[in-house]
């Protein structure tokens, strides 16, 4: 089994910044995909950035410019740096990680979620 452990998340004013990370364990041989998502109260679920094997990120719109999104491939992590956070940006984020395990059978597993809340 492949566990996936968000943190970073926390409440801060508009115009601040938080860094989430995401750390992958188990029986890993590697990750193809890392991402962000998150869902605010009465909203779909929707991708916030994507981060490939190949280093391709992909970001929301309403994100692009503010989030970076990085891989340490060492050590099985991701980080979503969020600067100039908005009100909107409030939700809880989830990280996903896609992958082979060591077997090369694949595996897709969801962290826990950790909410991120944006006041003012």
């Known amino acids: 089994q492949v566990q996936v452990v968000e943190s970073g998340g926390g409440l801060v004013q508009a115009g601040g910044s938080l860094r989430l990370s995401c750390a992958a364990s188990?029986?890993?041989?590697?990750?193809?995909?890392m991402g962000w998502y998150r869902q605010a109260p009465g909203m779909q679920r929707e991708t916030v950035a994507t981060?490939?094997?190949?280093?391709?990120?992909t970001y929301a719109a309403s994100v692009k410019g503010r989030f970076t999104i990085a891989r340490d491939d060492a050590a099985n992590t991701m980080y979503l740096q969020m600067n100039n956070l908005k009100p909107e940006d409030t939700a809880v984020y989830y990280c996903?990680?896609?992958?082979?395990?060591?077997?090369?059978?694949?595996?897709?597993?969801w962290g826990q979620g950790t909410q991120v809340t944006v006041s003012s």
């Open positions: 981060i490939t094997r190949s280093g391709t990120a």
């Open positions: 188990g029986s890993i041989f590697r990750i193809d995909l």
């Open positions: 996903n990680a896609r992958g082979l395990y060591m077997s090369r059978s694949p595996f897709n597993s």
